[in-house]
C-alpha cells in the first residue's frame, strides 16, 4: 500500500501508528489505500464528517440534500475531479457545479486532491441511505469498503436506518468481513442521552449482541480528533493483519535462505545476507508484538469515547420502571417510502387494470400534495411571530407591542429563505363595524384608503371602484368616493368638530346608531388589473429590511392577501407553521381572517399573555371556533412571558387557566419566553415544547394522512389479488410491504419501541 500516517500533522502521534506505517511502507508492494466510507441517512452530516476529516471544505454541505451520488476521495498531487462521461473540472467551483446537475445521481465521481490524510485511507461520501432512488447504489458502494463510519442523526435510529441495516447485517457479521462503526451525530445542540441509550438497544435487537455507540460532533474538535485517531487505529488493525501475510510466507523460507547464507564464503556478502534475514525476522516479530501494542492504544481511544459519552446527561428512568426506550420513526422517510411504492406498482408490467392505475396514481399525487398545518394563534402581541423566529433562530417576522402581523403569514420548509407576498385581484376594506348594537368607523382603514387613493402607482394598477351603502355594492369614480367619504366622516364626528372634512381623518370618532349608519360607506371594494406577487430573498439584508416594512406599514399590510415564507428549520419539514393576526385586535376582520383559517388547521398553538391572561374575546373566540373534544386533542396551551413569573405566580396561572378551560385542558400548560428562546436554541422549555409539538404531528399525519391512504392502496391490491391469483402471487411483496409501514404507524405517535434482546438482559 502507498504511503504512511500524515506527518504534516502536528499533533503527537502514538509510536505503535508510527512504526505500523513504516513497516507498511518497507514490505508491503504499492496498491490502494483502505477505503473509509461515510454513510447514513440524508442531512446526517456526512459531508460535514468528511470535511471536518480532511480540514478543508470540499465535499458539499447544505440544509437539504447536497450528496447526489457517492464521491470518492483519493490522495495526488493537484485538485481534479472526474465523473464518467462528463468533462474533468480542476477547481472546487466547478466540483459544486458538477453535482448539481440532475443527470449524475446513477454515477460517482472521483476527486483527487493533495490531502495528507488521504494517504492513509481512500474516503467515500455517499448518499442518503433513506433516498429510495439511490439505497441500492450505496449498499454496492459499500460492499468493498474496508471500513463504514454509519452516521445517525443526533435523535438516533430511525425506520429507515433499521431496515437498511436489517439488509447489511449479514455481510457485517460474518467473521472476516468490513469493521462498522456506529456514530451518533450531536451537532444540533447538547443531547439528553436519550438517542444513544435507545439505538445501543436497537442494534443489539438486529445484531443479536452489544454494539458501541459513540456520539460525534462534527463541529468539536475534540470530538473530531477522537475519531481521527480512531479510524487511524482501525486502519491500522487492516495494515497489521496484512504484514502479519506478507511474514508468514516468510517464516516458511528463513530456514532455508539461513543454510544457504552458509555456503557465502566472502564474509561481507554472508553478512549482508545474514543481517537481511535477521532484519525480517525482527520485524515479523515486531509485528506481532505490535498487535498488542495497537490494542492498548486501542482501549485508550475507547476510553476517550466513552469519556466524551459522558459529558451528555444520562437518560432519566421512566416513571414506570420501564425498560423500553421510546425511537422514533421518520414520518417524511415513510411518506417517501410509500410513495415510492406507488411509483413501483405504477411502473409493474404485470398490473393491467387500468382504473386500479388511474386510482393508484391519483393516490400518489393526493400523498405528495397534502399538507400539514399547524397555526399559533392568540391575542395580538402574546409572542406568535417571536416563536417562529426562535424556531428559524433567526429575526425574520416583525414583532412590535402594538398589533404587527394583518394577514396569515405561512412557514413552509425550503432550502433557501424566500418569502413571497401575494397581493389579491379584489380587495374588501371595511370602514364601519358593528359592535354592541352601534357602528363605529374604523379609523385606520379610513387613513389607509386615504393614502391609497393618492397613491399614483396604485391607481394606475386600479380597474374599478366599488362603494357599499345600505348593504348594497354599486360602481363609483374617484370623484363619487370622496364625497362619500365625507358624508360618512360627518356621520361619525363629534359636535364639537367642524364638518364638511376631506383628505383628514378625525383622531376623535363617535359611535352612532345602526340606523343612522346606513347612511355610511360601509366598505370599498378594490378591483384590480393583475394578481400580483413580490418575492423577497431573506439572505439579503436589504430585501429582508423591504420585506419587514411592508408588513407593518399599514397601507401597505392591508393590501397583502397572504405571506408565504420558505426557510429551512428543521420543524418546518414536518408541517407548515401559519402565523396569524391577534383576535382580540382592534381591528375586527383579525378575528374573522383566523375564523375563517381555523378550518383548515389541524393542530393549534394557542398562545397566552402572562402578563394578561385570557380575555373575554379571546375565552369566548376559543369555546366558539375549537369544540372541547378537539381542544383536548388538537391544542397546545403556550403561556408566553414566563420569564416575568415566579413559580408561584406559573402555579396559579396553570390553576386558573385549566379551571377557565375545564374540562379541554387536559394537556399540559407550556410556560416559555420566546425572546429567550430566540436568543438562545437551547431553551429548554422551548425545546420541551417542541419535541411535544413533533409527536402530536407525527401522530396526527400518521392518522390522518399515510394510515387511509394505506387502507385505500391495500383495498385496491387486495381486489387485484382475488380476481387474478398469479398478479396476487406477484403483490404480496407489495402487500407486505404497506403492512409493515401499517404496523409502524399503528405504534403510538408512529414510535417503535426496541426492547433488549433476551440475550442482553441481566439475569
Known amino acids: 500500500m502507498n504511503g504512511t500516517f500524515p506527518s504534516e500533522n502536528p499533533r503527537q502521534r502514538p509510536h505503535p501508528l508510527k512504526r505500523i506505517g513504516e513497516l507498511r511502507k518497507k514490505y508491503l ?22 470535511n471536518a476529516l480532511l480540514q478543508e471544505d470540499i465535499s458539499p454541505v447544505d440544509v437539504l440534500p447536497a450528496t447526489p451520488c457517492p464521491i470518492f476521495f483519493f490522495h495526488g498531487q493537484a485538485f481534479s475531479v472526474s465523473a464518467g462521461r462528463f468533462k474533468p473540472v480542476h477547481s472546487r467551483q466547478g466540483l459544486a457545479s458538477l453535482l448539481r446537475r440532475g443527470d449524475i445521481h446513477a454515477g460517482r465521481v472521483d476527486v483527487t486532491l493533495p490531502n495528507p490524510w488521504l494517504r492513509i485511507c481512500t474516503l467515500i461520501d455517499t448518499p442518503g441511505l433513506d433516498a429510495a432512488s439511490q439505497s441500492h447504489l450505496v449498499e454496492k458502494t459499500l460492499a468493498p469498503a474496508d471500513h463504514i463510519l454509519y452516521l445517525f442523526h443526533q435523535r438516533g435510529m430511525d425506520e429507515q436506518d433499521r431496515l437498511l441495516l436489517h439488509r447489511l447485517k449479514g455481510s457485517l457479521s460474518r467473521p472476516g468481513s468490513k469493521r462498522i462503526s456506529f456514530w451518533i451525530n450531536c451537532n444540533c445542540g447538547r443531547p439528553d442521552g436519550s438517542a444513544l441509550a435507545a439505538t445501543r438497544e436497537a442494534l443489539g435487537e438486529i445484531f443479536g449482541r452489544e454494539i458501541p455507540v459513540n456520539y460525534l460532533n462534527t463541529r468539536d474538535a475534540e470530538s473530531i480528533e477522537n475519531l481521527r485517531l480512531f479510524v487511524e487505529v482501525e486502519l491500522a488493525f487492516i495494515i497489521l493483519k496484512e504484514l502479519e501475510k506478507f511474514f508468514s510466507g516468510e517464516d516458511r523460507h528463513i530456514p532455508r535462505q539461513l543454510a544457504g547464507t552458509l555456503a557465502i564464503g566472502e564474509d561481507g556478502l554472508f553478512l549482508d545476507a545474514f543481517w537481511s534475514i535477521y532484519e525480517r525476522a525482527r520485524d515479523a516479530l515486531e509485528t506481532s508484538q505490535l498487535f498488542a501494542s495497537l490494542q492498548q492504544v486501542r482501549l485508550e481511544i475507547r476510553e476517550k469515547l466513552a469519556a466524551y459519552n459522558r459529558k451528555v446527561p444520562a437518560v432519566a428512568a421512566s416513571p414506570a420502571g420501564m425498560e423500553n426506550t421510546w425511537q422514533a420513526v421518520s414520518f417524511p422517510v415513510l411518506k417517501e417510502r410509500l410513495l415510492n411504492l406507488l411509483q413501483r406498482l405504477l411502473e409493474a408490467p404485470f398490473l393491467q387494470s387500468p382504473a386500479t392505475r388511474e386510482r393508484l396514481a391519483e393516490l400518489a399525487g393526493s400523498l405528495a400534495g397534502d399538507r400539514f398545518y399547524v397555526t399559533l394563534w392568540g391575542p395580538f402581541s402574546s409572542g406568535k411571530s417571536t416563536f417562529l423566529n426562535a424556531l428559524m433562530q433567526e429575526e425574520l417576522l416583525p414583532a412590535q407591542d402594538k398589533s404587527t402581523t394583518s394577514t396569515l403569514v405561512r412557514l413552509h420548509h425550503g432550502a433557501e429563505k424566500v418569502a413571497v407576498i401575494h397581493y389579491p385581484r379584489e380587495l374588501t376594506l371595511f370602514l364601519v363595524e358593528e359592535k354592541e348594537g352601534n357602528a363605529y368607523l374604523c379609523r385606520e382603514e379610513l387613513v389607509t384608503l386615504y393614502r391609497w387613493l393618492n397613491n399614483p402607482g396604485l391607481l394606475k394598477d386600479l380597474r374599478q371602484m366599488e362603494a357599499c ?79 419587514r416594512r411592508l408588513m407593518i406599514t399599514p397601507e401597505e399590510a392591508m393590501l397583502i392577501e397572504a405571506i408565504d415564507i420558505h426557510h429551512p428549520a428543521e420543524m418546518l419539514k414536518l408541517a407548515t407553521f401559519v402565523d396569524s393576526p391577534g383576535i382580540d385586535s382592534v381591528h375586527t376582520r383579525y378575528a374573522r381572517k383566523v375564523a375563517e383559517w381555523l378550518r383548515n388547521s389541524d393542530l393549534h398553538l394557542i398562545f397566552f399573555n402572562g402578563r394578561h391572561m385570557l380575555s373575554p374575546v379571546h375565552r369566548e373566540f376559543l369555546r366558539q371556533e375549537i ?22 405566580e406559573r402555579e396559579r396561572v396553570a390553576t386558573w387557566l385549566r379551571r377557565e378551560l375545564a374540562p379541554a385542558a387536559s394537556r399540559e400548560i407550556h410556560f416559555i419566553s420566546a425572546l429567550d428562546a430566540l436568543k438562545d436554541g437551547k431553551n429548554l422549555a422551548f425545546n420541551r415544547l417542541l419535541r411535544q409539538l413533533e409527536q402530536a404531528i407525527l401522530i396526527q399525519r400518521g392518522e390522518k394522512i399515510l394510515l387511509r391512504r394505506i387502507d385505500q392502496i391495500g383495498e385496491l391490491l387486495a381486489v387485484e389479488a382475488r380476481e387474478s391469483p398469479p398478479v396476487g402471487r406477484l403483490l404480496e411483496k407489495y402487500i407486505r410491504e404497506l403492512e409493515d409501514i401499517r404496523l409502524i404507524l399503528k405504534r403510538p405517535g408512529g414510535y417503535r419501541i426496541w426492547r433488549t434482546p433476551a440475550s442482553l438482559r441481566k439475569g
Open 627 to 648: 369544540p372541547p373534544e378537539r381542544q383536548r386533542d388538537n391544542c397546545f396551551y403556550v403561556v408566553n412571558f414566563a420569564d416575568t413569573l415566579n413559580l408561584s
Open 469 to 547: 351603502t345600505g348593504g348594497r355594492y354599486s360602481r363609483v369614480n374617484a370623484a363619487e368616493l370622496a364625497a362619500l367619504l365625507i358624508q360618512t366622516q360627518n356621520l361619525f364626528r363629534p359636535p364639537a368638530l367642524p364638518g364638511n372634512i376631506y383628505n383628514h381623518v378625525p383622531a376623535i370618532t363617535r359611535p352612532i346608531s345602526l340606523k343612522r349608519a346606513a347612511r355610511a360607506l360601509t366598505a370599498v371594494r378594490l378591483h384590480f388589473h393583475h394578481v400580483r406577487e413580490k418575492v423577497f430573498h431573506l439572505a439579503d439584508p436589504g430585501e429582508l429590511a423591504e420585506f
Open 29 to 50: 508492494p504499492p496498491q490502494p489505500s483502505p477505503l473509509l466510507a461515510v454513510a447514513g441517512a440524508r442531512n446526517a452530516g456526512k459531508s460535514t464528517l468528511i
